[in-house]
């Protein structure tokens, strides 16, 4: 049952526009050039001197989420259909996400940590992530032919155009955002609070524009693709949580290491799904072979609504519980 609704969702072609990735690369630009402005050179300096929190947390991030996605897909396999577990892969191969750094001060975590992660992840984007949808992508693509389910034998790839991609709307906005923060220290006090706040709105404003055309074919998925999203967002949250604890690591980091994994930049996953050149349509939405990636969109897109919902209502838990280490 869930497997044949899950299996037409693959074939839905969704109205998205012909400019939305563009605008969405924009969007995502101007969010990071924002994140930016609040990261300090001598912050970081001062996290990694004691590197232990921040080693913990880009390890369960790089490497611990995507290798526990890859099970959940491979332990889901007769339930998910082979686009919308690429579409979780993807998700678990994108770094730490845009809104994290306010929700660990929200969660009065350490928020040095979470601003050093998401800067040290976000620059490491360009090798990381292109690099972990190949592997784990390809190796559920492998353990999914086993069993008859899929129809693309292998995964390309394009790393060049994922690196142009993630190197132009992530690491040059962090780098002009910190050269700006340097350089007009009075003019970033002033603008860095409303200019992180309004581009994070646009970011959600863009992703509902998305579905808004798509609503009466989304209401028809809205359970399944919930629960999908729900488990392994919880999943992601529960990792960070449970490695950070294991390391006995302060709870403030706890709590910022946490909410880093569960927190991932969906965008940027909609954005090289949107990028003709990463993800071609001929081979990615072509009707006429049947491969098509509606269920890797509806999956990316909907995390990034889901893990606003799920952060705030785990960074104000966190909140009202005092820290006592």
């Given at each position: 049952?869930?497997?044949?609704?899950?299996?037409?969702?693959?074939?839905?072609?969704?109205?998205?526009?012909?400019?939305?990735?563009v605008?969405?690369?924009?969007?995502?630009?101007?969010?990071?050039?924002?994140?930016?402005?609040?990261?300090?050179?001598?912050?970081l300096?001062?996290?990694?001197?004691?590197?232990?929190?921040?080693?913990?947390?880009?390890?369960?991030?790089?490497?611990?989420?995507?290798?526990?996605?890859?099970?959940?897909?491979?332990?889901?396999?007769?339930?998910?259909?082979?686009?919308?577990?690429?579409?979780?892969?993807?998700?678990?191969?994108?770094?730490?996400?845009?809104?994290?750094?306010?929700?660990?001060?929200?969660?009065?975590?350490?928020?040095?940590?979470?601003?050093s992660?998401?800067?040290?992840?976000?620059?490491?984007?360009?090798?990381?992530?292109?690099f972990?949808?190949?592997?784990?992508?390809?190796?559920?693509?492998k353990?999914?032919?086993?069993?008859?389910t899929?129809?693309?034998?292998?995964?390309?790839?394009?790393f060049?155009?994922?690196?142009?991609?993630?190197?132009?709307?992530?690491?040059?906005?962090?780098?002009?955002?910190?050269?700006?923060?340097?350089?007009?220290?009075?003019?970033?006090?002033?603008?860095?609070?409303?200019?992180?706040?309004?581009?994070?709105?646009?970011?959600?404003?863009?992703?509902?524009?998305?579905?808004?055309?798509?609503?009466?074919?989304?209401?028809?998925?809205?359970?399944?693709?919930?629960?999908?999203?729900?488990?392994?967002?919880?999943?992601?949250?529960?990792?960070?949580?449970?490695?950070?604890?294991?390391?006995?690591?302060?709870?403030?980091d706890?709590?910022?290491?946490?909410?880093?994994?569960?927190?991932?930049?969906?965008?940027?996953?909609?954005?090289?799904?949107?990028?003709?050149?990463?993800?071609?349509?001929?081979?990615?939405?072509?009707?006429?072979?049947?491969?098509?990636?509606?269920?890797?969109?509806?999956?990316?897109?909907?995390?990034?609504?889901?893990?606003?919902?799920?952060?705030?209502?785990?960074?104000?838990?966190?909140?009202?519980?005092?820290?006592?280490?």
């Amino acid at each position: 049952m869930i497997r044949e609704q899950l299996a037409s969702l693959d074939a839905v072609n969704l109205n998205l526009g012909s400019g939305t990735g563009v605008i969405m690369s924009i969007v995502l630009a101007l969010i990071m050039f924002g994140i930016a402005l609040g990261i300090d050179a001598s912050t970081l300096k001062n996290i990694f001197i004691k590197p232990k929190s921040i080693l913990t947390g880009l390890a369960l991030q790089w490497f611990g989420l995507p290798l526990v996605t890859f099970i959940l897909v491979m332990i889901f396999n007769p339930m998910l259909t082979p686009m919308v577990s690429l579409g979780m892969l993807l998700v678990a191969s994108c770094p730490g996400g845009n809104i994290s750094n306010f929700m660990s001060s929200f969660s009065k975590g350490n928020v040095e940590l979470s601003v050093s992660m998401t800067a040290v992840s976000t620059v490491a984007a360009p090798f990381i992530t292109p690099f972990n949808f190949w592997l784990w992508g390809n190796l559920y693509l492998k353990f999914a032919s086993l069993r008859g389910t899929l129809t693309i034998p292998h995964l390309e790839i394009p790393f060049t155009e994922i690196f142009k991609t993630v190197f132009i709307i992530l690491a040059i906005p962090i780098i002009l955002g910190m050269l700006f923060a340097h350089y007009f220290p009075k003019a970033t006090d002033k603008i860095k609070k409303p200019f992180s706040i309004f581009s994070i709105v646009v970011f959600i404003v863009m992703v509902l524009g998305m579905f808004i055309p798509n609503w009466k074919l989304f209401v028809g998925y809205i359970i399944f693709i919930f629960i999908i999203v729900l488990v392994h967002n919880a999943t992601a949250f529960s990792l960070g949580f449970s490695g950070a604890s294991l390391m006995k690591l302060p709870k403030r980091d706890r709590r910022s290491i946490t909410i880093e994994v569960g927190i991932q930049n969906s965008g940027l996953g909609l954005t090289m799904l949107l990028n003709p050149a990463i993800f071609n349509p001929e081979i990615w939405n072509n009707p006429a072979t049947g491969v098509m990636y509606g269920g890797m969109l509806f999956v990316t897109a909907w995390w990034g609504i889901w893990h606003i919902i799920s952060g705030l209502t785990l960074a104000s838990m966190f909140r009202r519980k005092e820290i006592v280490d």
